[in-house]
């Protein structure tokens, strides 16, 4: 028995060049008929896994641990063999993992994989999104029963998702997104439009839209409860990672250098790291910063690459994080105290 599709399908390739290697002294025309076998093969055994996802892929209900990560040894590795969705207590004890199936759109079909990309919860903490890395329908939320949504919604491709405070998906509307086509006759090459996205409904809510600083390519965002939006983007120009601050009710725009920003619920303090890797907290009414913990110990890339928003504890005081090298970490961001709690990656608190 083979304990992973990845096992079978590598030992299929082994004995295809075993096959090969004694067939080609015969004839061109069986290792063609052999190749197509191998290949019809491939198809049957990928549309069959993409068949598996399923309604209620945690059937007891989203567990009680409140810290949810990436557990996948690979961080940046889409695997049918990945491990999905981890979940841990903030002490650090009961992690459990689990493993269901669902499937994107590459190609005009489907795709079947394993790999949740940065689950975040909801404002409440009663929902879960993560992103497929692949073609839409590559968004997908889980509610407090364990039921999935996500698997119709063709319309706009997400990435690194995050809720507002109504329990909407906040998404970025590109111009390769079905629905751009609404939009664009209201946009000037610097508009950004950031979309409320239903995933039960498979519809947007509502949309904000404003001209963004030149050279513009969003990356991640976060709301508060007041409606302020923090978004991170690269600067194509100045080519530079940076940090842009949107007050919606005064349509106030602010950028600073940084990656990976988190607001807090309030949206009077937010986590984000700076380019020496030092998890830093920013004050929004004063501006005033306090260095917390240094993360950093490859090159700016990985900090990029590896490392995700930070996740804010209910009360308020703690952060949690994971290092380049995938250890996830609670942060007291009043005295520094550092907690080592698991490995994995892109943890989040709710």
Known sequence: MYKTLSDFLNRISQLFLQRHSFIKTKNMKSLRNCSRLL???????????????????????????????????????????????????????????????????????????????????????????????????????????????????????????????????????????????????????????????????????????????????????????AGTLVMAYSDSEEKAEKILIYESDTTKISTFLGFHPSLNYKGDFLAYYSFDGTLTIKELQTGDERKITNVMSKHIESLMRDVSMPGWSPDGRWLVYNTPEGKIYKVNIETGENVYLTHGWTPDWR
């Open 39 to 225: 290949t019809l093969l491939l198809l049957v055994v990928t549309v069959t896994s993409c068949a598996k996802e399923t309604k209620y892929p945690l059937p007891d209900g989203i567990p009680e641990n409140d810290i949810v990560f990436m557990p996948d040894a690979n961080p940046t590795s889409a695997s049918v063999d990945s491990v999905t969705l981890g979940f841990i207590n903030p002490d650090g004890s009961n992690r459990q993992e689990y493993t269901f199936s669902f499937s994107g759109g590459t190609g005009g079909g489907r795709h079947f994989t394993q790999f949740a990309s940065h689950p975040r919860w909801s404002t409440l903490g009663n929902e879960l999104a993560f992103s497929i890395r692949d073609t839409a329908p590559n968004m997908r939320m889980i509610d407090s029963r364990g039921e999935m949504y996500g698997k119709t919604c063709l319309d706009i491709n997400g990435a690194n998702l995050t809720f507002d405070t109504n329990g909407y998906i906040l998404v970025e509307i590109r111009k390769e997104d079905i629905v751009y086509e609404t939009y664009k006759q209201r946009a000037s090459s610097a508009t950004i439009f950031i979309a409320r996205y239903d995933l039960m409904s498979c519809q947007i809510v509502s949309v904000i839209s404003f001209e963004a600083p030149n050279g513009f390519f969003f990356r991640e965002i976060s709301e508060s409860s």
